[in-house]
């Protein structure tokens, strides 16, 4: 007997598991000081805990896009939410396992249910609508991500202003991770659109074309064009007149508002076009920031906005309607090259700053002028990636205009 799918609970629930993953990542953000506090952590051991979370986000999306057919996307998101509650368990009690070590644990959990989600529920979207409408629905799944991200860092700053302890804000992760588990629970998943996409050989064969490959390296950069000047947004604007969480607010809130209409623009200008689009906007973005002050900054903050809005919804997107065969597992191999360029460039970035902050030191700045120039410095070196991305989505645009003018 069929059983009807029933698309929009598919879509809703999905969306509230990448709210999960949007609060695992800000409101643990919003924590770390509490956490270093409360059991004597340096900075270092921080970041150590912070890494446990770009680490096991790839390891399950590529596993999971690997087993998407077999194991199907319903158990991949049963796993998901084992270790979701897990993981927030584990962090309410890191005691459990020896404080330092369950706090590494825990993030590591919570970093695997993520993954896991980003796995199951590309590949579905992509399954359950065609077309222009699946350009919309990618968009508005991925949309949850900064909203979820600016809703997590609200209510943990006013959680932290009112003194209710880390331990409560841990508590609100649960509540999207129930939900979603609801929603789930004895849905019917829609099944593979495309002949012959449940081979991993067919996907491993389509994974090894030219236009794979380069989309393949083009996610490495759009990945660090967008998280990049994200992650270090405190330490660069820390000195520029304006506030970076403000700043960091207005990127993500307009994200999410730009990725609920990217539909029209998709359906306009087509994928190769918005991301060409993108590029050029996100280098605007980033010029600016690396040379503006004050509240200038706040309108350097939009243009970038702007630019990096479109990008991981629109290349998961592209894959999935230009390499259909590459399957689940090419959309996973795709996402998780992009938090393992996250994950790598993050020192070198840092490393940047440290060398723009001897070179301005020995050019005889100190104190603030010495931290804005660095900081300046360091985000005119990252102009690189979206510069590189015009060059190369300004020739896949051609590239498949000429293809698509060939079949007409």
Known sequence: MNQTINKSRLFNASCFALITTAFSFSIRAGILPQLATDFNLSGEQLGF???????????AMIVGGLVYHTFGPKNIMMVAFVCHALGII???????????????????????????TEAACNPMIAD??????MSTKLNRFHM???????????????????????????????IPTVIYAYLFWGQTFPKPKTEGVTSIGKNLQAM???????????????????????????????????????ILALVTGLMAVIRFFAG???????????????????????????????????????F?????????????????????????????????????????????IGRWIDTAKTEQTAAGLTGDAMEL????????????????LVVAFTGLYFYMRKGTSAKA
């Open 90 to 116: 584990l962090t309410l009690y890191p005691g459990l396992l020896g404080g330092y070590t369950g706090l590494l644990i825990s993030t590591f959990f919570i970093g695997i249910g993520n993954g896991c």
């Open 144 to 174: 949850w991500f900064p909203g979820g991200i600016v809703l997590g860092s609200l209510l943990s700053k006013f959680m932290t202003d009112a003194n209710l302890g880390w331990q409560a804000q841990i508590w609100l992760i649960l």
């Open 128 to 133: 359950t609508y065609q077309g222009a409408e």
């Open 49 to 59: 805990i912070n890494s446990m979370w770009f680490l096991g986000f790839p390891i």
């Open 208 to 246: 090894v074309t030219p236009l794979y490959i380069f989309m393949f390296a083009c996610m490495a950069i759009t990945a660090i064009t967008e998280f990049g000047p994200q992650q270090w947004t405190g330490l660069i604007m820390s000195k520029s007149g304006a506030s970076p969480m403000l």
């Open 373 to 388: 120039a660095a900081g300046q410095s360091t985000l005119s070196t990252m102009m690189i990636f979206p510069l590189i």
């Open 264 to 302: 029209s623009i998709v359906k306009k200008f087509d994928q190769t076009g918005v991301l060409l689009g993108s590029a050029i906007l996100a280098t605007i973005g980033i010029y600016l920031l690396s040379t503006q002050t004050g509240g200038m900054a706040y309108v350097a903050a939009v």
């Open 304 to 348: 970038f906005a702007m630019g990096v809005a479109l990008f991981w919804p629109n290349m998961i997107g592209f894959v999935a309607e230009k390499v259909p065969l590459s399957g689940a597992l090419g959309m996973s191999i795709v996402g998780g090259v992009g938090m393992f360029s996250t994950s790598i460039f993050q020192p070198i």
